[in-house]
């Protein structure tokens, strides 16, 4: 268990819905990261947050926008969702601000479907 | 961010060192270099890092060439459980610039009895 909580686990959704994600950071980290991972592809960096302010911005569809909220838990918004959107969101923290450090800890997904 | 370069798979047999490469010609001085790993669909999990020096810990060791240019990790006893896409990413640690992070396509290893 890495500490990183994410809800929902499992996600499916019709075609032009909204969803949101929701992170919950190891206790203490302050940096939070968004990935997405579609079917055998590799992990794409979308954005990270640092204490409450973006920190770092990938590839990041204009669709989709994060936050991250005083108690530091983040949550990631995905809207006007395509078939394409269908993929794993992995949230990963950090103590550290910078992009990568030593200990990022992911979480263990939510399995997004779009149907 | 330096580019890696990793063969697309390799198999080992359970109990058998793993030895998994990874080419990072384009590394600067201040690059460390980085392996974690995917078990199928998990969320990924750090294994080791390291600057220029051989490293180990409980997981694994990392071997890096005296000129930094390729690395290697080493699975000592592989067994069934470390069947995963293990990626090798070089990066400054804790650099604040904004910049487009990507996984490599990494290097699926089958542990096999």
């Known amino acids: 268990d890495s500490g990183v909580t994410q809800t929902p686990k499992h996600l499916i959704t019709a075609t032009g819905q909204r969803v949101t994600l929701r992170c919950s950071p190891r206790?203490?980290?302050?940096?939070v990261y968004w990935y997405q991972q579609s079917l055998d592809q590799g992990l794409q960096f979308l954005i990270q947050?640092?204490?409450?302010?973006?920190?770092a911005k990938g590839n990041i569809l204009e669709r989709f926008s994060a936050q991250q909220f005083p108690d530091l838990h983040s949550e990631l918004n995905l809207s006007s969702l395509e078939l394409g959107d269908s993929a794993l969101y992995f949230c990963?923290?950090?103590?550290?601000?910078?992009?990568?450090?030593?200990?990022?800890?992911f979480g263990q997904g939510t399995r997004l479907t779009v149907v | 961010d330096a580019k890696t370069t990793q063969p697309p798979s390799m198999d080992c047999a359970e109990g058998r060192a793993a030895n998994l490469p990874c080419n990072h010609s384009?590394?600067?001085?201040?690059?460390?270099v980085y392996w974690y790993r995917q078990i199928h669909s998990q969320g990924p999990q750090y294994i080791i890092h390291?600057?220029?020096n051989n490293e180990t810990n409980e997981m694994a060791s990392l071997i890096i060439t005296e000129d930094r240019k390729s690395s290697t990790l080493i699975l000592p006893h592989a067994t069934l459980r470390d069947t995963a896409v293990y990626y090798c990413?070089?990066?400054?640690?804790?650099?604040?610039?904004?910049?487009?992070?990507?996984f490599g396509t990494g290097t699926r290893l089958q542990v096999t009895l």
């Open positions: 990963a923290s950090s103590p550290l601000s910078g992009v990568w450090g030593t200990e990022a800890f």
């Open positions: 206790s203490g980290d302050l940096s």
């Open positions: 947050y640092y204490n409450g302010e973006e920190r």
């Open positions: 384009t590394i600067s001085g201040n690059e460390y």
């Open positions: 390291g600057l220029k």
């Open positions: 990413i070089v990066r400054v640690p804790n650099h604040g610039t904004a910049s487009k992070l990507t």
